[in-house]
């Protein structure tokens, strides 16, 4: 488990810097996030969510990987490649994204593909 997660932390960035991988930004809140994600720019998140139902909490995590609307075919297919060297670093994640669309990076979208690979849900015993 990576140690920045029992702060406040929630989330962790990577970042182009010419052409190698960086790390970004860290933050609690997960708007900062998607402000980062602009049309012009592509960029890893490594971010924690907490999913589960009415009998059970847990901290889920997911690998998003934004492509802006105006990154190039090149660098868009570059970054396929360039996600290897992200997942050596960020090994443990329930659900892996490949986002280009403002409305996928919703964090009730993306809570809810995590519940879905989560396993059991019980909420339907309490209806």
């Known amino acids: 488990m990576c140690v920045f997660f029992l702060l406040p932390i929630q989330r962790v960035t990577f970042k182009y810097d010419g052409s190698t991988i960086v790390p970004g930004e860290q933050g609690a809140e997960y708007q900062d996030f998607i402000q980062q994600c602009t049309d012009d720019i592509r960029l890893f998140a490594f971010v924690r969510f907490t999913t589960g139902d009415a009998m059970s909490k847990r901290s889920k ?3 998003i990987t934004w492509i802006g609307e105006n990154v190039s075919g090149l660098q868009r297919a570059k ?10 670093v960020v090994q443990n994640f329930a659900k892996e994204f490949v986002i ?4 996928e990076l919703e964090e009730d979208f993306i809570k809810s593909e995590l519940k879905k690979a989560g396993g059991a849900n019980y909420d339907a015993q309490a209806e």
């Open 79 to 88: 970054t396929g490649t360039d996600k290897t060297l992200v997942k050596e």
């Open 61 to 63: 995590f997911a690998l």
């Open 100 to 103: 280009s669309d403002r409305k």
